[in-house]
């Protein structure tokens, strides 16, 4: 097993966008962690294992085991995401609610131990953030006001595939 190494960090002024940083970070990272909850979960192992297969990186999202090792009876989110960054190298939580255990737990990580991004449809006053809302994506119904929690799911695991091909991944074609 190798041990976690250290990435060097960096000023956010380097980069002109979230999505700038996250590829950097997913080029720079031997390990990364996704995190979600509900839909947002399936879609967090959907990407850790495209992350793996396409750029040949070890990802990792939580899987029923470790819910039922970290959860018990209560919330695991936190218990989760504190156990993933000693692995990780960043660690990105999805999530449709600034509020959100998932938000809370990326909150409480020190950033020097990893980097960390949270996937939501709204700015994270201070967590980095890629939003994805209404006006950045394709895959919307144009009669709802904003998105529904389908098409941020959807939208997420789009995002990430071009994200994918920003670090170099060729993805496979119908």
Known sequence: MTTKQSIPMTSSNKFKT???RAVEHIKM????AIVGNG???AIAQHAASDLSRYLGKF???PDAVH???CGSDGDWHDKW??????QADFVIGITTRLDSPITKGLESLDVRHSHKLLVCPYQHPTLPTLVINKENTYI????????TFHE????????????FRQCGAKLKII
């Open 140 to 147: 919307r119904d144009n009669t709802e006001e904003d998105l």
């Open 59 to 61: 990802a990792f999202a």
């Open 67 to 69: 819910l039922t090792a």
């Open 152 to 163: 941020f799911e959807v939208s997420v695991l789009w995002h990430f595939y071009m994200l």
């Open 29 to 32: 990272s031997r390990a990364i």
């Open 39 to 41: 839909g947002n979960l």
């Open 81 to 86: 995401i504190k156990y993933a960054v000693n």
């Open 18 to 20: 979230e999505t700038d």
